[in-house]
């Protein structure tokens, strides 16, 4: 185009040698002469030369490079999913797995640790991946996770004691906290601040889904091949994803300043704020945190959350629709709030056993709200703090997430204990061996199952009505994001 636009110049130089002269003798006139901007290629009309052509066809151009820019971007992204899907997956997997492998080592009483292990070592590395990244560039703190989780993966795989896959829990913990906080710093990153909620509602697709059909995935590695593969098959996907983030995501590095030494950055990483943290973290929740669950049918526990996993993916999207269009986030976190505030109100009310169908779907607003609180908590957070500090706030809010989990989980199964003791002691009084019972009835839930006649109706009883108080826990966590949601400041984008 331009080599034709020169000849042209040059031919008419030839012929009105005078014109450029004045050209030249002018020196406010414009390089481009001013053309219609009614005169495209749609108007019927040919271009009068080659820079107007050039003109007409820029919009096009623009709209191509921009449908390109999507798609790299979603191609990137697709790739990040996977890592996603496998690190969620593996907590759900690790519900349904937890008693087999204890029951195996004949040390069923320390089964938590198999699960506490990991989400305390997602607390204590939470705060350092966003630092890191910022020095050694996103792909490289990716890639280093995904080695972090493959070989915590494998240990546990291979362990020959409950300590041994315990340490590999660890170890594949300080992976996951990676993989899932630098998804959406990357996100961040690659996109503007209005589309990242669309974006980032997909990964909580890909995030609800992994741990929807972790659990029965699980049990069926249980029953036909073992346990172990449980973890040795995550390693496969786990490295493909990381050949994938080494193949395509471009190389980041946001240093500024001279080149400096590996000693001068690791310098720059604050490790013992890290260590006092997670020291912290340890003394608060160890002695909080207790089993539940987990000699549940995990395949059942799986498909009942499918409807909250739709929910979910939906409560994403349309947070995700909202802000791009509208460039406002507040609302819609009142209306995720509020939302997940009717549904664990439902259950409360409703859930009192023999739960019909229509009474399940109760759990949709749940996942409908936990959606568009994941999409707008972030946009919140990135909107309200300086681009240079976004990997780091990131860091912290997923740190934010995990210790609130493990919070939640460990006072409602508190509650639950708690009030499941008292309550059977009451309703078992003046039976025979009831405290042998009541012993049997808190730490196997097939056991419970097994029961037969009065005694086993009273059982489960007093099981579906101290379970209503466990949600009334996530009734205040609902009704304290709302307050949280009123009180944000927004920032229009």
């Known amino acids: ?212 059909l972790g659990g029965p995935i699980g049990g069926y590695l249980i029953d036909t091949i073992g346990w172990r593969w449980s973890f040795l098959g995550q390693c496969p996907p786990t490295l493909l994803a990381a050949f994938l983030v080494a193949w395509k995501l471009q190389p980041s590095h946001f240093e500024d300043g001279p080149a400096q030494s590996q000693l001068s950055k690791l310098r720059r990483v604050d490790f013992l704020g890290a260590t006092l943290l997670s020291v912290s973290i340890m003394m608060m929740l160890v002695p909080m945190y207790f089993q539940i669950s987990a000699h549940a049918s995990m395949t059942n526990a799986g498909a009942h959350l499918m409807p909250s996993v739709i929910g979910n993916a939906c409560g994403g999207l349309i947070a995700g629709y909202v802000i791009r269009k509208t460039g406002r986030y507040k ?73 609130g989990m493990v919070l939640g989980l460990s006072l409602a199964s508190a509650i639950l204990q708690s009030t499941l003791r008292q309550d059977l002691r009451i309703s078992l009084e003046g039976m025979d061996h009831r405290e042998e019972i009541i012993s049997k009835a808190l730490s196997d839930i097939e056991y419970v199952r097994s029961l037969q006649g009065r005694l086993g109706r009273l059982v489960t009883e007093v099981y579906v009505r101290c379970l209503t108080y466990t949600h009334g826990v996530s009734l205040a966590g609902s009704i304290v994001a709302l307050l949280a949601a009123l009180s944000v400041k927004e920032h229009i984008l």
């Open 1 to 212: 185009m331009a080599a034709s636009v020169t000849s042209r110049i040059a031919i008419n130089t030839k012929n009105n040698p005078n014109e450029l002269d004045h050209e030249q003798n002018d020196e406010h006139t414009p390089l481009l002469r001013h053309h219609n901007s009614k005169s495209n290629i749609y108007s019927g009309e040919e271009p009068q030369d080659d820079v107007e052509a050039a003109q007409c066809l820029s919009p096009i151009l623009d709209k191509q490079h921009s449908v390109e820019t999507s798609r790299n971007i979603g191609g990137v992204i697709s790739i990040l999913l996977l890592g996603v899907f496998v690190a969620n997956a593996d907590s759900s997997l690790v519900l349904a797995t937890s008693g087999t492998i204890s029951s195996e080592f004949n040390d069923l009483g320390d089964a938590g640790w198999l699960i506490s292990s990991y989400t305390l070592a997602m607390c204590a590395a939470q705060s350092l991946y966003g630092q890191l990244s910022d020095i050694y560039g996103r792909k490289n703190t990716i890639l280093l996770s995904y080695m972090f989780f493959a070989v915590g993966s494998t240990i546990c795989g291979a362990g020959q004691s409950l300590p041994q896959v315990v340490f590999g829990r660890l170890v594949a913990g300080v992976g996951g906290a990676g993989i899932n906080c630098l998804v959406s710093i990357v996100i961040a990153d690659m996109v503007p601040i209005r589309e990242v909620a669309s974006w980032r509602s997909y990964v909580n697709i890909a995030a609800t889904t992994g741990r929807s």
């Open 331 to 403: 609302f819609i976190s009142m209306i995720g709030a509020i939302s997940s505030s009717t549904s664990y109100l439902l259950m409360i009310l409703r859930w009192h056993g023999h739960t019909s169908f229509l009474e399940s779907l109760y759990i949709i607003p749940g996942g409908f709200g936990n959606g568009i609180a994941l999409s707008t908590s972030f946009i919140t957070l990135t909107a309200g703090v300086e681009p240079c500090q976004v990997a780091i706030a990131s860091s912290g809010l997923y740190l934010s997430s995990n210790i």
